[in-house]
């Protein structure tokens, strides 16, 4: 580069060069999204066929599968880490988006947990105890303050209606995650898969008493991961190979 | 009269290294040469002199075997930088 230039040069190679560092995703992000998108579109396929071949109570066991999801997550440690070893640069973006997905992972962490604990450890430890017993009485008055003395073993049903609200409650942060994304990198196909997440949301909570509501829930969860991650996902590698910033 | 322009940054290399870190904080040495298209040597003797002037700041850290050199914009350079711009807007016909 020649080392005398006009101020007007000056102002364009600044436009250039900021330009060269415009938002684009980065080299591997379309694997963690295909990594997550396959794992929610199978678990939840599979799901769907627990549900509706599992005889009676039992079919709300095809939930466990859900569990599987945690294998996803060592998969993703190992593609972060690949992608941080051969990052270049880190734009604005690139940092704010971090943080979107981190708050996205917390907050589906964060009920997930307290699903668990509620749906497979008190709630069950409530049942099987007698309502004399201390140690019920002492978790009803912690969690259910209203029936203490007059609590009563419930059916398979009470132990899981709490998650009847957890798909469309995952497909909103799906697609604010996934809207979020797509507008601050220009990716349209991310966004599309956001506004898809929120329109099944929609049509999740309308159906929502319905008699096949589980089975509804779990393949609009699978078209949701189809649409939002693997699709996205496969465009994104596709797009690596022309200009999605190797670094 | 018109202002005088910071002579570290009226230098087309260095303006472009500002330039990128202004809309990256961290870039790697070789993203900067690959941007830039400057030669690793002249690229290093500009970054010294941008580092020196406290305008960014270097880290030398390891990939794996390989070695990496991270730069990154600190407060001044970005006070430099925007002090530049405005003083370049007033040479330019209004």
Known sequence: MEDTFSEKESLDLIRQMIDTAKNNLQQGTGKVFLLWGYLVAGISLATTILLITLPGDNRYYAYYLWFLMAFGAPFHYLLIRKME????????IDKMMRWVWIAFTVSILTVVIGLVLSSLLIYPALSAAKATDDFARLFQWIFMPGSAGAYQPVDQFHFWFQWLFIPPFMLCLYGIALFITGKAYGFRPLYLGGIIC???????LVTIHHPYVL???QI???FCAITGYVIPGHLLRKKEGSDVARA | MLPELDPLLHSQLR?????????????????????????AGNLSVQIEKLREAGYITVEKSFRGKMPRTTCRITPTGIKAFETYVEALQDYLPK
């Open chain 1, 85 to 92: 070893r051969e990052r270049l640069v880190m734009t604005y």
């Open chain 1, 220 to 222: 609009f969860l699978c």
């Open chain 1, 215 to 217: 089975e509804i829930q």
């Open chain 1, 198 to 204: 929120w329109g099944s949301v929609l049509l999740l």
């Open chain 2, 15 to 39: 303006l472009a290294v500002m330039s990128i870190l202004i809309g990256s904080p961290e870039a790697d040495f070789v993203y900067l040469r690959k941007t830039t298209g400057a030669t």
